[in-house]
Nanobody, 116 residues
Framework: QVQLVESGGGLVQAGGSLRLSCAAS????????MDWYREAPGKQRELVAA???????YYADSVKGRFTISGDSAKKTVYLQMSGLKPEDTAVYYCKVLCTPPYNGWGQGTQVTVSS
């Protein structure tokens, strides 16, 4: 079994910053990619950022220039540095790991609330 533990969420004013962390553990032979998703009330869960084991990154247009993803595939950790936060960034943030053997589960998520 695989465990994903997200942390670092909280309440912040618009324009502020937060750093999210996610640690994966358990039956993981290798990590291919780690992603950050978010789910706002009444909306579908969406991909925010991703980083491959080789260091390639992807960002949703809505967060480009404000969020930075980083990680250590050997340590099975991924981070999301969020700056210039906006009220529309309010959501529960989840990490996902693409690994060998495959795992399709989610962690418990971490709440990010941005006040205007």
């Amino acid at each position: 079994q695989v465990q994903l533990v997200e942390s670092g969420g909280g309440l912040v004013q618009a324009g502020g910053s937060l750093r999210l962390s996610c640690a994966a553990s358990g039956r993981i032979f290798s990590v291919n990619e780690m992603d950050w998703y978010r789910e706002a009330p009444g909306k579908q869960r969406e991909l925010v950022a991703a980083i491959t084991a080789g260091g390639s990154t992807y960002y949703a247009d809505s967060v480009k220039g404000r969020f930075t993803i980083s990680g250590d595939s050997a340590k099975k950790t991924v981070y999301l540095q969020m700056s210039g936060l906006k009220p529309e960034d309010t959501a529960v943030y989840y990490c996902k790991v693409l690994c060998t053997p495959p795992y399709n589960g989610w962690g418990q998520g971490t709440q990010v609330t941005v006040s205007s």
